[in-house]
């Protein structure tokens, strides 16, 4: 059966992906955060997962308002970088996994949750940068992934208590999937910021710094927040945050917090990351 | 229909209302993610904004560049945002706008950069 080998929690702010692609990196004011990855892409090359699942949202690239799916799967064998509007950024495809994706769809459908299945669709930063930040630039991923979208920008976005869920039954199904491939689980976004409204330009770092411990040691009080807390306590965009849950959800209980790595700001917003591992 | 009614202060939730409401604003901006839209975005804005039937309370809050009229009449930044990739400003300057600051002050009162 297949392996699931950590989880990462990870930011995906699209100036990251921006300050890549202008050679930025070392510039004051990113250096100490791109630091900060060395290590999980020192720990991911070790792992050399064969899959990777990325939790994400939308941001009006692949889905506009026309229809909002609540949770989207990818089931393609191809993804490319969506042009957000800044033009095509020199990223290669990125290769998908129809079997697993699918087995994963009938598994969520048997268990009651209703996704949009996705055969042909960009994917946008939320899953870009994440992968950049953790694989870096080759020419080509060295996994496949299978993309999971989450609706954090219309509102009724899904509970925390539902990202949970999912997480609890990607797990099931990762360890029930005959292949002996190797899993790493990707929650992403966050984590405190807010676009808009009078409060613009919010960064909570304290609450982020909790929260980097927290979805390690005391997951369940980030799972029993409402909606409104995430808002309040994160930023109207940092609500993302509940997409870290799916991934916390496909863990055991307890875990090692392998890496963690806060850097506030990233562009208008609070930046990092944790690498989870199970204790066996 | 029930006004939004936001429980948290200063912070605009994406509701019905306001999805209904911004729903063409959001449409017309999000189309720019298109090269030939924003081509005809540069070309003609006004022509290109009528396409989408905005009223002349929302074309002129996009024409003006007002970030703040455009979120007050239901735009949402993650649409809204690409207006941003035909003028090239940096989002930290709508920012600044959506907190009615000066974009030096924002930056470091806000954001907490040395400025
Ligand atoms: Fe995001």
């Known amino acids: 059966m297949a392996k699931l080998i950590g989880g990462v929690g990870t930011s995906h702010v699209p100036s990251i992906g921006?300050?890549?692609d202008r050679g930025a990196t070392q510039d004051k004011d990113w250096k100490p955060f791109f630091d900060g990855y060395i290590p999980a892409k020192k720990w991911m090359a070790d792992k050399n997962p064969d899959i990777a699942v990325v939790i994400f949202n939308d941001h009006g690239n692949s889905f506009f308002l026309d229809r909002v799916p609540t949770f989207a799967v990818g089931v393609a064998e191809n993804y490319k970088p969506v042009?957000?509007?800044?033009?095509?950024?020199?990223?290669?495809?990125f290769k998908?996994?129809?079997?697993?994706?699918?087995?994963?769809?009938?598994?969520?459908?048997?268990?009651?949750?209703?996704?949009?299945?996705?055969?042909?669709?960009?994917?946008?930063?939320?899953?870009?940068?994440p992968m950049e930040l953790l694989f870096g630039h080759p020419?080509?991923?060295?996994?496949k992934v299978l993309p999971i979208w989450v609706n954090t920008v219309q509102y009724p976005i899904p509970t925390p208590q539902r990202c949970w869920d999912m997480g609890v039954l990607l797990r099931k199904v990762i360890e029930s999937y005959p292949s002996d491939e190797t899993v790493v689980v990707m929650g992403t976004g966050g984590l405190s910021h807010q676009l808009q409204g009078s409060r613009a330009g919010y960064i909570n770092r304290k609450a982020d710094l909790a929260y980097l411990d927290g979805i390690a040691a005391d997951p369940e009080k980030y799972r029993n927040m409402s909606r409104?807390?995430?808002v309040e306590t994160f930023g109207s965009e940092g609500a993302e945050l509940i997409m870290w849950l799916v991934m916390r959800g496909c863990m055991d209980k307890d875990v090692k917090l392998i890496h963690k790595?806060?850097?506030?700001p990233a562009s208008m917003t609070g930046a990092g990351m944790v690498i989870l591992e199970n204790k066996d | 229909m029930a006004d939004t009614q936001d429980t948290i202060p200063v912070t605009p939730l994406f509701d019905r209302p306001r999805a209904l409401r911004g729903y063409k604003m959001n449409k017309m901006a999000n189309g720019l993610g298109n090269p030939a839209n924003r081509e005809a975005f540069v070309a003609d804005e006004a022509a290109y904004i009528d396409r989408y039937g905005l009223s002349d309370e929302e074309k002129t809050a996009v024409m003006q560049r007002d970030w703040h009229e455009m979120v007050r009449l239901g735009g949402n930044l993650f649409f809204i945002?690409?207006?941003?990739?035909?003028?090239?400003?940096?989002i930290t300057q709508v920012?600044?706008?959506q907190a009615s600051m000066d974009h030096d002050d924002f930056l470091r009162d806000r954001l907490g950069k040395n400025i």
């Open chain 2, 81 to 90: 945002l690409k207006i941003t990739a035909v003028d090239f400003i940096p």
């Open chain 1, 139 to 143: 020419d080509n991923w060295p996994v």
């Open chain 1, 96 to 129: 998908g996994d129809a079997d697993f994706s699918w087995y994963f769809v009938d598994k969520l459908v048997e268990n009651h949750f209703d996704p949009l299945v996705c055969s042909e669709i960009e994917v946008d930063h939320g899953l870009q940068v």
């Open chain 2, 95 to 97: 920012g600044a706008a």
């Open chain 1, 83 to 93: 042009d957000e509007g800044w033009g095509p950024r020199n990223l290669p495809d």
């Open chain 1, 18 to 20: 921006a300050a890549m």
């Open chain 1, 228 to 230: 409104e807390d995430y």
């Open chain 1, 261 to 264: 790595h806060y850097h506030a």
